[in-house]
C-alpha cells in the first residue's frame, strides 16, 4: 500500500524548558479497495501420526481469525481486535495433514471497522486442486496503543474490478443478520412457554435422558496472550480454540461418543477486551438435540483481578455425531425439559429456529462466486 504524500513535520517549542522538538503529523493513506486488502495464509494443519482423520474445528477457526487479522492489518494499518464473527458453517471436510489455505479481503469498511471475507479451502496429499469448505465473516476493529478504537482508517472505494462483488456480498450479509433477528425477536417475549408446545416429536426411541443442567460443563481458568502487545490482551483466535474444545468435550459427555465435530457456529459478538489477568468461566451445556446433530450453548463470565464480574454474550455450537467411518450416527441421549425451567425451554426453542433458518438458507453457495 502507497502513501498518497509524505509526512509533513513541523517544529514547536517546548512550554517547559525551551528545547524545540519535532511533530510528525500522519499523512491521509490512500484510498483502498477490495483488491489492495487481499491475503492469504497457508499450512498444512493437524498431526501427521493422525493424518487422514478429520480435524477438529478449533485450528481451522484459528487460521480463519489469523488470516482477517491480517487483511484487517493490511487495510486499516493499525493492530486490529475482532468484534464480531457472523454464523459460520463448517460442514466441509478438513482432515489432519491437509493443506489449508485461506483467502481474506475488505468486503465493507467505516470510520473503525472493517468486515473481512474469509474463504477456507483444502487440498489433500493425494489430490491436485483445492476444494472450497468455509466461508466466513469477521468483523475487525482498528485500535490504537492505547487499546482504543481509532478513527483514522483510510477510506474504502468499491470502483474496482472486484468491487461490485464485495458490495452485493456486503449486502446480502445485512440482510441476512436482520432476518436472523427478527426471527428470535419474537421468543424473548414469551414467558409462559411449555414442554408440548416447545419440543418436537422425538424422530426415535432414545435410550437416555438428560435435563441440560445435568449435561453442564463447568471450567474456570485463564488465557496467556499468544501476542506480542504490551497490554496482553487475549487474541479472539484463541478464545474461540478454548470455546470449541469445551463444546466438542460437552457433546461426547452428553453422546457418549469420542466422534463429534462442529459443523457450524451462530454469531458470535465480543464486545469487551479480555487480558491475561481476568479468569474466565465457562458453563457449557446442552440446549437442543435432533437426530445427528446437537446444539450446545457456553455462557461466559469474565472474573478481572480488581474484583468486578461481568457476564459476554452466550456463544452457540451446532455439532456433528459420526461414526468411526465418517458416517452420521443417531444421538441416543434425549433432553428432559419441564415447565418450571423457562430458561431451557426458551433456549430450546430459540435453537429450534436457529436450526430452521441454517437448514433453509445454507451459506455455502457463496463459496461459488469466489
Given at each position: 500500500?502507497?502513501?498518497?504524500?509524505?509526512?509533513?513535520?513541523?517544529?514547536?517549542?517546548?512550554?517547559?524548558?525551551?528545547?524545540?522538538?519535532?511533530?510528525?503529523?500522519?499523512?491521509?493513506?490512500?484510498?483502498?479497495?477490495?483488491?489492495?486488502?487481499q491475503?492469504?495464509?497457508?499450512?498444512?494443519?493437524?498431526?501427521?501420526?493422525?493424518?487422514?482423520e478429520?480435524?477438529?474445528?478449533?485450528?481451522?477457526?484459528?487460521?480463519?481469525?489469523?488470516?482477517?487479522?491480517?487483511?484487517?492489518?493490511?487495510?486499516?494499518?493499525?493492530?486490529?481486535?475482532?468484534?464480531?464473527?457472523?454464523?459460520?458453517?463448517m460442514?466441509?471436510?478438513?482432515?489432519?495433514?491437509d493443506?489449508?489455505?485461506?483467502?481474506?479481503?475488505?468486503?465493507?469498511?467505516?470510520?473503525?471497522?472493517?468486515?473481512?471475507?474469509?474463504?477456507?479451502?483444502?487440498?489433500?496429499?493425494?489430490?491436485?486442486?483445492?476444494?472450497?469448505?468455509?466461508?466466513?465473516?469477521?468483523?475487525?476493529?482498528a485500535?490504537?496503543?492505547?487499546?482504543?478504537?481509532?478513527?483514522?482508517?483510510?477510506?474504502?472505494?468499491?470502483?474496482?474490478?472486484?468491487?461490485?462483488?464485495?458490495?452485493?456480498l456486503?449486502?446480502?450479509?445485512?440482510?441476512q443478520?436482520?432476518?436472523?433477528?427478527?426471527?428470535?425477536?419474537?421468543?424473548?417475549?414469551?414467558?409462559?412457554?411449555?414442554?408440548?408446545?416447545?419440543?418436537?416429536?422425538?424422530?426415535?426411541?432414545?435410550?437416555?435422558?438428560?435435563?441440560?443442567?445435568?449435561?453442564?460443563?463447568?471450567?474456570?481458568?485463564?488465557?496467556?496472550?499468544?501476542?506480542?502487545?504490551?497490554?496482553?490482551?487475549?487474541?479472539?483466535?484463541d478464545?474461540?480454540?478454548?470455546?470449541?474444545?469445551?463444546?466438542t468435550?460437552?457433546?461426547?459427555?452428553?453422546?457418549?461418543?469420542?466422534?463429534?465435530?462442529?459443523?457450524?457456529?451462530?454469531?458470535?459478538?465480543?464486545?469487551?477486551?479480555?487480558?491475561?489477568?481476568?479468569?474466565?468461566?465457562?458453563?457449557?451445556?446442552?440446549?437442543?438435540?435432533?437426530?445427528h446433530?446437537?446444539?450446545?450453548?457456553?455462557?461466559?463470565?469474565?472474573h478481572?483481578?480488581?474484583?468486578?464480574?461481568?457476564?459476554l454474550?452466550?456463544?452457540?455450537?451446532?455439532?456433528?455425531?459420526?461414526?468411526?467411518?465418517?458416517?452420521?450416527?443417531?444421538?441416543h441421549?434425549?433432553?428432559?425439559?419441564?415447565?418450571?425451567?423457562?430458561?431451557?425451554?426458551?433456549?430450546?426453542?430459540?435453537?429450534?429456529?436457529?436450526?430452521s433458518?441454517?437448514?433453509?438458507?445454507?451459506?455455502?453457495?457463496?463459496i461459488?462466486?469466489f
Amino acid at each position: 500500500m502507497t502513501e498518497s504524500k509524505t509526512a509533513e513535520t513541523k517544529t514547536t517549542p517546548e512550554s517547559q524548558n525551551g528545547t524545540v522538538k519535532q511533530l510528525v503529523e500522519p499523512s491521509p493513506r490512500a484510498v483502498q479497495t477490495v483488491e489492495s486488502s487481499q491475503d492469504f495464509l497457508a499450512q498444512v494443519v493437524g498431526n501427521e501420526s493422525r493424518e487422514g482423520e478429520r480435524i477438529q474445528a478449533g485450528p481451522i477457526l484459528k487460521l480463519m481469525y489469523d488470516t482477517a487479522a491480517a487483511v484487517s492489518i493490511r487495510h486499516s494499518g493499525h493492530r486490529t481486535v475482532m468484534l464480531r464473527l457472523d454464523r459460520l458453517d463448517m460442514t466441509g471436510l478438513i482432515c489432519h495433514m491437509d493443506l489449508v489455505r485461506l483467502e481474506g479481503r475488505v468486503i465493507e469498511a467505516g470510520r473503525s471497522s472493517m468486515v473481512v471475507e474469509v474463504r477456507c479451502m483444502t487440498k489433500r496429499p493425494m489430490e491436485r486442486d483445492f476444494i472450497p469448505c468455509h466461508v466466513g465473516y469477521l468483523t475487525m476493529v482498528a485500535i490504537n496503543d492505547q487499546g482504543q478504537p481509532t478513527r483514522s482508517m483510510p477510506p474504502f472505494s468499491y470502483d474496482s474490478p472486484l468491487g461490485k462483488e464485495a458490495r452485493m456480498l456486503a449486502a446480502h450479509r445485512r440482510s441476512q443478520l436482520d432476518e436472523r433477528k427478527q426471527s428470535m425477536a419474537w421468543i424473548e417475549q414469551e414467558h409462559n412457554l411449555r414442554v408440548q408446545d416447545v419440543m418436537e416429536r422425538e424422530p426415535f426411541a432414545r435410550y437416555d435422558y438428560l435435563s441440560p443442567e445435568e449435561s453442564e460443563v463447568h471450567v474456570k481458568g485463564q488465557l496467556l496472550p499468544s501476542g506480542l502487545y504490551q497490554d496482553r490482551r487475549v487474541l479472539a483466535g484463541d478464545l474461540l480454540v478454548w470455546l470449541e474444545r469445551i463444546a466438542t468435550y460437552t457433546a461426547r459427555h452428553f453422546t457418549r461418543n469420542t466422534h463429534v465435530v462442529t459443523i457450524s457456529l451462530d454469531e458470535i459478538e465480543f464486545n469487551r477486551a479480555l487480558h491475561a489477568t481476568d479468569r474466565i468461566e465457562l458453563r457449557s451445556r446442552v440446549v437442543y438435540v435432533r437426530t445427528h446433530t446437537l446444539q450446545v450453548t457456553i455462557d461466559i463470565t469474565v472474573h478481572t483481578m480488581d474484583g468486578q464480574r461481568y457476564n459476554l454474550d452466550p456463544v452457540n455450537f451446532i455439532i456433528l455425531n459420526y461414526q468411526p467411518n465418517g458416517t452420521k450416527k443417531r444421538i441416543h441421549t434425549g433432553l428432559r425439559l419441564t415447565d418450571n425451567d423457562q430458561v431451557s425451554l426458551k433456549r430450546y426453542l430459540k435453537a429450534r429456529t436457529k436450526h430452521s433458518f441454517w437448514k433453509s438458507n445454507p451459506e455455502s453457495h457463496l463459496i461459488l462466486s469466489f
